[in-house]
């Protein structure tokens, strides 16, 4: 049966049947992924939220609401069809991952070489930092889907982060009820609203006569609004951050805002308030209506056009293109300094390096002393020497006042970033016999052999098969053979001391490679649970958290140095991973802990 065809047995109990669930939810158009779940909660007759959870996804309740909840590929084994093949129909149809694999960077590999699809369902975006979680639902939408489809559901589109009213009825969109404010949403909880009366008031959204939606959508909100909506049912593939942003500054130059061979920000964000209107745009962008604007439009530069939120991205494409079918159109067009792409959108190749399988990841080669990404080392590096060509009289600090996000992202690529930057400043002005002023007074003399040192050192510690030890900027100092007992001097060993920041690692970048050395050292014969997590030395809850994430990892996988990093690069883990579980808390060891470690709330 295919994904959308309609279940049979639509009154039937909602049963498990072995590993499938029997009243099948089928996708209504443009229907949200909790709204297909909960029509299945509320058809079902299940008296408790965790019982349908259980069903649903073999799991206890959680948030449903987020962009791109976990566990969709538990609940895709349970319909009819192909597991995967669902998924992908899922990530496409239910969520908002269109949009993200266009603005977002994120992407969906099946291939068989490739990290778990649970593992990359659960590194795709959530939410907007600072933002609150809000369910928006338009009460002419509901009124309209119960005619025509029997029953009323909740949009896709309306969820787009941004979108305030209704593209369709041009109706202001609700996140509570409008007689007593009770909010659709709860923590963990099924979305009941278009089908039960509120639990706070008790009138029903769809029969009662209360309410008259409120239609004074302004046509900068309009204009938004569908546009959104036509890029999330438009069909999309990825777009790397070069294709991107070429589109953008190529419109933005077509449009007259460049200024020389840069962007004029002051001109297109004047032009963008002018178009949207200042309130329609801070109720689009959070940023702009906390006044945290000092970097806010930073889109059409390569290192920084992902950096920016999503709803940014939807207002500079409608301004700038007007129409989804125009900015496909422009984004597909060749550069003169790219070859012509596909010319159907359908056709567009995935660049290699954009893939997140394990087969896209380039072989670490012995003479760099970064285990990052090299494609990303090629693009940062070459950005910046382009900018020193463009600018030869410039110095760190002017690289860092004006393209703050490229050296960040420098130094988050690079581990020896710095030493690299450092030593292309030092060659140019031994040759023009200029000495930027900042590295005149303090620098040591011996500042860039410490760093290289220190980058070497944590280069032989990362890829080593010994039993994994923190890597701390202590430790890191001993094993590179400082023997002073501070810290390098920031003033006088600024490059050092930025290494030494770098290229510690996270507790739980620790635990992730001390459970991987474990598991790995077992082999096949002794990697039960319990003989891995004794091996570790990891408190049990997070040695458990940690050894679950990695289930997916053989315990047969060849083992030679760089292989756990090799891993880690596989699940793009970073040195400042956060671990598995964020919202769980633990009790750190000392005077305050408790035995066996337990989870905090």
């Known amino acids: ?78 319909l009819p069809g192909d597991a995967t093949q669902n998924v992908e129909r899922l990530l496409r149809d239910t969520t908002l991952f269109p949009l993200f694999e266009v603005y977002g960077n994120a ?60 593209w369709r009825h041009e109706a202001r969109l609700l996140s509570s009820c409008p007689n007593c404010g009770c909010p659709f949403e709860r923590k ?28 004074d959508a302004s046509a900068s909100e309009l204009r ?23 589109a953008y500054k190529a419109r933005l130059v077509e449009l007259g805002f460049s200024r020389g061979s840069t962007i004029n920000r002051k001109e297109i964000v004047e032009a963008l308030e002018k178009h949207f209107g ?13 006044n945290k604007n000092q970097h806010w439009f930073r889109l059409a530069g390569e290192s920084t056009v992902f ?44 660049p290699a390096t954009q893939d997140i399988g394990s087969a896209a990841i380039p072989r670490i080669e012995a003479q760099e002393s970064s285990h990052e990404f090299a494609s990303e080392r090629k693009t940062s590096r070459t950005r910046i020497e382009e900018i020193l060509r463009q600018h030869p009289n410039w110095a760190m600090d002017d690289l860092w006042k004006t393209y703050s996000s490229l050296m960040k992202k420098l130094l988050r690529d690079n581990d ?56 701390t900027r202590n430790f890191l100092m001993r094993e590179a053979g400082w023997s002073r007992t501070n810290m390098p001097d920031p003033a006088r060993y600024p490059l050092a001391r930025q290494q030494l920041e770098l290229l510690k690692e996270s507790d ?47 315990p047969t996988r060849i083992f030679s140095p760089g292989t756990i990093m090799e891993i880690l690069m596989e699940y793009q883990i970073s040195k400042d991973w956060a671990g598995p579980a964020r919202e769980l808390e633990f009790l750190k060891p000392g005077r305050n802990s408790t035995r066996g470690g337990r989870l905090v709330g």
């Open 278 to 290: 200042k309130e329609t745009l801070g109720r689009i962008d959070s940023a702009y209506r906390l």
């Open 508 to 554: 739980w970048h620790f635990y992730a490679r001390r459970m991987l050395w474990a598991k790995l050292c077992a082999g096949a014969v002794g990697a039960s649970e319990r003989s891995v997590l004794g091996a570790s030395g990891i408190e049990h809850h997070q040695g458990l958290l940690v050894l679950q994430y990695f289930s997916f990892v053989t």
């Open 307 to 350: 950096d920016a939120p999503l709803p940014r991205h939807l207002a500079l494409s409608q301004f700038l293109f007007g129409s989804a079918a125009a900015f496909w159109e422009f984004a597909t067009k060749p550069s003169p300094q790219q070859p012509a792409p596909a010319t159907a959108i359908e056709t567009i190749a995935i």
């Open 188 to 215: 963990n909880e099924f979305i009941l609203a278009p089908w039960v009366p509120c639990e706070g008031c008790g009138l029903s959204l769809t029969e009662g006569v209360f309410y008259t939606p409120v239609h």
């Open 107 to 166: 992407r969906l590999s099946l291939s068989g070489d490739a990290i778990p699809i649970a593992n990359q369902i659960i590194n795709m975006p959530k939410r907007i930092v600072g933002e609150s979680g809000e369910t928006h639902l338009c009460v002419d939408c509901l009124r309209c889907d119960a005619d025509e489809w029997e029953q009323p559901y909740i949009h896709r589109a309306h969820q787009i982060p941004g979108v305030q009213v209704c």
């Open 224 to 246: 938004y609004a569908q546009f959104a909506r036509d890029m999330l049912l438009a069909p999309t593939v990825p777009l790397d951050a070069a294709t991107l942003a070429s």
């Open 416 to 471: 020896d970033g710095f030493v690299w930057l450092k030593a292309i400043l030092d060659n140019r002005n031994s040759k023009d016999g200029i000495k930027p002023a900042s590295l005149i007074v303090t620098q040591h003399p011996d500042d860039l052999r410490w760093a290289r040192n220190f980058a070497s050192t944590a280069v032989v510690l990362y890829n080593s098969t010994d039993m994994p030890k923190k890597i």
């Open 1 to 78: 049966m295919a994904l959308n065809e309609r279940q049979i047995d639509t009154k039937s109990a909602g049963k498990t049947n072995g590993s499938q669930i029997s009243l099948y939810p089928l996708i209504l158009p443009d229907e949200l992924h909790i709204s297909q779940v909960s029509r299945y909660h509320h058809d079902s007759g299940n008296l408790s939220t965790r019982v349908s959870f259980q069903q649903l996804y073999d799991s206890a309740p959680f948030r449903l609401t987020h962009w791109i909840p976990k566990y969709l590929e538990r609940f895709a084994a349970k």
